[in-house]
């Protein structure tokens, strides 16, 4: 075996410690790197009682694909083992590579699930490590994303290991020709079209001739990066939980801490968006939503990546990947009202609050039948010890409503239509106080 390929069988049977039993599924695309991990694998399966489930992804783009499919579905009933495939129809994403990897991914999930494998066993090599550190330092990225990737993760159920780490693509077709081992070669992979070809083609051969061992180097800076993130991510898990709840994060709150952890919690948020697509993320994104926070206006936005949205309203941010549809409605208000905002409106008997979620309401004030609509365009209160009225508008304001949540709040009126009650935020001076004479209560829930 070549040298530095045993460290692989090595750290596969001594340090990850492959036992009887385990369960691989195995991405392999017929390419040099995944069918000399595959070898590799069958080797340690005559030593150990593995299963191995080799997956295979066509991604439609070139004639050979179909041709490579079958040979690595006849390689595996050879060999006696599970061949899985699929094929990529169509896409829809104008950046195919990350289409593409999440189609893979998503794929080999179902995989693990399927048959309840605990490893999920990629290909990706050393010079594989540079070219991603080497992209990412360049269009900018987390500090985990400036790691490149790791050797293992731990998805919780399973684990996601890249044994080949440790050798270059030379090591691997030094390998492949010595033990006679079949696979292709995607010849897009020869073009400078992508940005990775070009680094692989000019990049790459400059920073071997200065070391040959030059992976080496990358994967210690990866280890070095990941270990200074996992402890930082130590000291984020016991802040974010103060300033980020339920998806929300706290401007003022965020404002107090360090500006070395305020930057860590939203690339931390970004991360746990964008989970392991970290390609598609970098410094801007950052710094626009920090020119966000900083921002004088009580409601904006700035858009991210995959259609996703930073929403700033008043001194609150939040990201979402979903802009709320207008909805207009106007109900009769019977004994029980469902309302589109997921709240209700309902007819009680008796209750002892006062607050703005309750509204006692007399028959000398008003006009039946009462309903709840959405607001419209100068829509206004009278209000108790106010001359005149005010504008909903301003109401809304003065509560700090975000701006995509007006459009959908209850507003209840008369078959005047004159405004009642906003409920859960103010009472007009038509509504009733316990000790005075009403007769109806509505309670918003």
């Known amino acids: 075996m070549v040298i530095k390929m045993q460290n692989v069988y090595d750290y596969l049977l001594n340090e990850l410690v492959l036992k009887d039993g385990d369960i691989i599924v195995l991405g392999n695309s017929y390419g040099p790197d995944s069918m000399a991990l595959l070898d590799i694998l069958l080797k340690i399966k005559k030593k150990k009682n593995i299963s191995i489930i080799v997956a295979h992804v066509n991604h439609n783009v070139r004639k050979e694909s179909a041709k490579e499919k079958e040979d690595i579905e006849e390689f595996c009933s050879k060999n006696e083992l599970v061949f899985e495939s699929m094929i990529i129809e169509q896409y829809g994403d104008d950046n195919f590579e990350n289409e593409a990897r999440n189609i893979r991914y998503n794929f080999f999930e179902d995989l693990i699930h399927k048959y309840k494998a605990n490893y999920l066993f990629t290909a990706h090599h050393g010079d594989d490590l540079i070219e991603t550190v080497l992209m990412r330092i360049s269009r900018g990225s987390t500090l985990k994303g400036y790691s490149g990737f790791s050797k293992l993760i731990d998805m919780g159920d399973y684990k996601i290991v890249r044994p080949m780490i440790f050798v270059t693509k030379e090591e691997i077709l030094e390998y492949n020709k010595k033990n006679k081992i079949p696979y292709a070669i995607d010849k897009t992979n020869l073009e400078n079209e992508h940005t990775r070809n070009r680094y692989r083609h000019i990049v790459l051969p400059f920073l071997k001739k200065e070391d040959p061992n030059i992976h080496e180097k990358y994967l210690k800076f990866s280890e070095i990066l990941s270990e200074y993130d996992e402890y930082i991510n130590k000291e984020i898990k016991r802040t974010i939980s103060k300033v980020y709840k339920d998806g929300v994060l706290d401007i003022p709150k965020y404002l107090e801490l360090d500006p070395l952890i305020q930057k860590k919690i939203i690339y931390k948020i970004l991360e746990d968006i964008y989970k392991d697509d970290l390609m598609v993320i970098n410094d801007n994104h950052v710094k626009l939503i920090k020119m966000l926070i900083k921002s004088k206006k009580a409601n904006s ?51 002892d609050s006062n607050n703005n979620n309750v509204c006692r309401i007399s028959n000398d004030d008003i006009v039946y039948p009462l309903y709840v ?73």
């Open 301 to 351: 936005f700035v858009y991210l990546p995959n259609n996703n949205k930073a929403v700033k309203s008043y001194d609150k941010i939040y990201i979402t990947d979903k802009v709320k549809e207008n909805i207009d409605y106007n109900i009769e208000i019977l004994d029980y009202v469902e309302l589109p905002n997921k709240h209700s409106i309902s007819k009680i008997d008796e209750i």
């Open 373 to 445: 609509r959405t607001r419209k365009y100068g829509d206004k209160m009278y209000l108790k010890k106010v001359n005149g009225s005010r504008r909903v508008k301003d109401i809304f304001i003065d509560a700090k409503i975000p701006k995509e949540d007006r459009d959908m709040w209850p507003i209840v009126v008369d078959s005047c239509d004159k405004v009642i009650w906003i409920p859960g935020i103010k009472k007009s001076k038509f509504t009733k106080q316990k000790n005075e004479s009403y007769d109806i209560i509505l309670k918003y829930d």
